[in-house]
């Protein structure tokens, strides 16, 4: 088994880059096919989605645009608790189909929040497309048309997916080997 070291954990192989490949090519297909004619906005979520994004805009073949946001936390009021902030949006998504790209959805709480924020600005549609999804851990009920990987609850790295800052230009999908 390819074993990797990320910062102070071991990690073992979980998803090869040939099979990362293979399925993301399958998406974007299934992207084009949905939404021929259209002219679709990617909105790529920082950091963890880059390479993703790269990959998954190659293989779309309709006429498109890439913009690239962050969601930021910041304290509301007291009775709100933590809201989050969108930054780095300037398109005006008003009438446009939106298609998010998002690394990896866990809870899901991040996405409800960042559905929204984005519903607000009257976009025509906004999909998901999603690298992973970890269907044991979602807390909310979302529709995710474009997901790669459903996996289990385990923490992973590598293709984009960072450990303590690290890992992120690791080729394949690795999962963190449990400490005993
Ligand atoms: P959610 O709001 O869905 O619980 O959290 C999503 C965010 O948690 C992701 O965008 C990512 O930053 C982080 N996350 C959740 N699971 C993992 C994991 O297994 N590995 C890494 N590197 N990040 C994760
Ligand atoms: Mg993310």
């Avoid at 939106?98 to 990896?104: L, N, T």
């Avoid at 303590?164 to 230009?169: F, I, K, L, V």
Wanted: glycine fraction near 8%; hydrophobic fraction near 40%; include cysteine.
């Amino acid at each position: 088994m390819e074993k990797v070291k990320v910062s102070d954990r071991e990690f073992t192989i979980s998803l090869p880059e040939a099979q990362i490949m293979k399925r993301v090519s399958e998406v974007a297909a299934q992207i084009n096919q949905d939404l021929k004619g259209e002219r679709p906005l990617f909105l790529a979520v920082l950091n963890g989605s880059f390479i993703f994004a790269a990959d998954l805009l190659r293989g779309i073949d309709l006429d498109c645009e890439i913009t690239f946001v962050r969601l930021a936390s910041y304290e509301g009021t007291a009775s709100t608790g933590e809201v989050k902030q969108l930054l780095g949006l300037k398109e005006n998504i008003e009438g446009r189909t939106v298609i998010i790209v998002e690394d990896i959805i866990d809870s899901g709480l991040t996405m409800q929040e960042l559905l929204k924020l984005l519903q607000k600005k009257n976009p025509k549609d906004i999909r998901i497309a999603a690298l992973l999804v970890k269907p044991g851990n979602l807390k909310v009920n979302l529709d995710i048309p474009y997901c790669c990987f459903k996996i289990p609850n385990d923490f992973i790295v590598g293709y984009g997916l960072d450990y303590n800052g690290e890992g992120r230009n690791l080729r394949s999908i690795y999962t963190v080997v449990p400490q005993d």
